[in-house]
């Protein structure tokens, strides 16, 4: 039997870029920072700190949100924090390990999870047995800690590369993770931060250690201490092979966004597609959107797509919004999409309030706190509303997921459990439609049966009332409603 932790499924994730989301003025800043509400450089640092996060936990909390997933926290020379020189020291320009603790205790006395990155296939040229490496060559006793061809070592001067890294990148030499030692390193520091008190980890390209005995252990050791920790892995494409139960509990599941911005982000930036990832993302209508969705719930055991990670961009691809030129109305659609679908939401900081992005770095643009007439309030009430039906909704959780119609643009979709019914209905083309639902007998919505609308994209609606064997719902132009039976 497949397990993966309960809390998931009621969970909502907000993604955190710890440069960029919030400062605080208790953590000392060196000289050279950009300007906060500078465009981001790909070197730059701007200086955002985990102390930063601390103090915003309020805000966090009135969006709805109680689960953050952190980009890599680890001392590192990127402002990214994906060149790892230390997997034990939290960064010293994010607050170091004191600001980690104390984030770490202000979010759990509020019941918010933390889960944090781990790089676990490659280092930064700066991680120890690296260096001891660069230092003293074939001499070293850490040559096998990686995929090393020559010596010495080609790190810096531009020359082939005569050590595998990720890539081709020299800034990220490749583990060796079939040497023992490097294995138990990587599992001790996987333990160290489970001990710690973090609720999971988010693995970096895991598909990059080919390696089912690696992953298997890392999940016995990470489950020996905490049970209920969430191990969630970076995988782009279907994913069964890590999802049977002995290793991830879910990936970031890309496949949703790209189903997403195939059918509500159009038409779309299709060179901000490409860039992220998603390219060929075609086109779809009503009944490639279902089928799509369909077939991603059919890939997985229902465990596994009660606890996916589902996205609509993240810090390695742009922005939804600008994905779908800035068209306010697929992001509030998809939103509300995600936000009734199965599994776990997780928001890219910043989205609630309209910030926009195209590739990396521009995607990981400082969150704008000290210019709040630039936020998008009605979208941020919007992610509030949609959050607060999703706590309140057991059944948009828990629930089980049909679709009932799927003609031209429009879908719907039922969510129930037990007595709970609701349909979601959403229209993502240019013109109003009425959705004529045929309400079978297992739906439990018989004639003279009423849903009130919970929820719309646009403007408040009257009940819908099933009759002659149908529920006739209308929709404007690019609107979604959700309707719940009394």
């Not at 936990?57 to 402002?79: C, R």
């Not at 092979?241 to 290793?247: I, P, S, V």
Request: charged share 20%.
């Amino acid at each position: 039997m497949i397990t993966t932790p309960d809390w998931v499924q009621d969970a909502i994730f907000y993604q955190i870029f710890p440069d960029r989301f919030a400062k605080s003025a208790r953590v000392a800043k060196p000289a050279n920072l950009e300007a906060w509400d500078a465009k981001p450089t790909t070197y730059g640092f701007k200086g955002g700190d985990l102390l930063g996060v601390a103090e915003r936990l309020d805000y966090l909390q009135e969006l709805g949100v109680d689960a953050i997933y952190f980009t890599p926290v680890f001392q590192s020379p990127a402002n990214h924090r994906y060149h790892t020189h230390d997997y034990y020291r939290v960064d010293p320009l994010l607050g170091g390990d004191a600001a980690f603790r104390e984030l770490l205790e202000a979010a759990h006395r509020r019941g918010m999870r933390v889960v944090i990155d781990g790089v676990f296939n490659h280092t930064g040229r700066g991680f120890y047995q690296f260096n001891h490496i660069l230092e003293n060559g074939a001499a070293s006793p850490y040559v096998d800690w990686f995929y090393i061809k020559g010596y010495p070592l080609h790190a810096y001067e531009g020359k082939p590369l005569n050590y595998e890294a990720w890539w081709g990148i020299p800034a990220l030499p490749k583990l060796n993770t079939t040497t023992p030692a490097v294995r138990e390193f990587l599992f001790g520091v996987a333990e160290h931060w489970i001990r710690r008190g973090i609720d999971g980890w988010r693995l970096d390209v895991p598909g990059e250690i080919n390696d089912d005995a690696f992953w298997q252990e890392f999940r016995r050791r990470v489950k020996a201490i905490n049970p209920h920790a969430y191990i969630v892995g970076e995988i782009w494409h279907e994913a069964q092979r890590w999802l049977k139960g002995d290793q991830f509990d879910a990936v970031m599941n890309y496949q949703f966004t790209r189903a997403c911005v195939g059918f509500f982000a159009r038409p779309c930036d299709e060179n901000l597609v490409a860039a992220a990832g998603y390219a060929p993302a075609p086109a779809l209508d009503a009944s490639g959107f279902a089928y799509a969705i369909n077939h991603l719930l059919g890939l997985y055991d229902p465990a596994i797509n009660r606890a996916q990670l589902n996205l609509l961009d993240s810090h390695d691809t742009a922005r939804f919004l600008s994905m779908a030129r800035n068209d306010r109305d697929a992001l509030k659609l998809a939103t509300l999409f995600q936000m009734t679908y199965v599994g776990a939401p997780s928001i890219y900081y910043g989205d609630e309030i309209g910030v926009a992005g195209g590739r990396d770095p521009d995607c990981r643009r400082a969150f704008p706190w000290d210019a709040p007439d630039t936020w998008d309030h009605d979208l941020l009430r919007f992610f509030k509303a949609c959050i607060a039906l999703r706590r309140r909704c057991e059944a948009l959780r828990a629930g089980e997921f049909q679709f009932v119609y799927a003609v031209g643009q429009a879908v719907a979709f039922l969510r129930k459990l037990g007595r709970q019914r609701v349909i979601v209905a959403l229209n993502a083309g240019n013109a109003p439609v009425n959705l004529d639902i045929v309400i079978h007998g297992h739906y439990d919505l018989p004639d003279g049966a009423t849903l009130v609308c919970e929820l719309s994209t646009q403007q408040a609606k009257l009940p819908v009332t099933a009759a002659n064997g149908l529920l006739r719902v209308h929709l404007d132009k690019r609107e979604g409603a959700v309707f719940q039976a009394l």
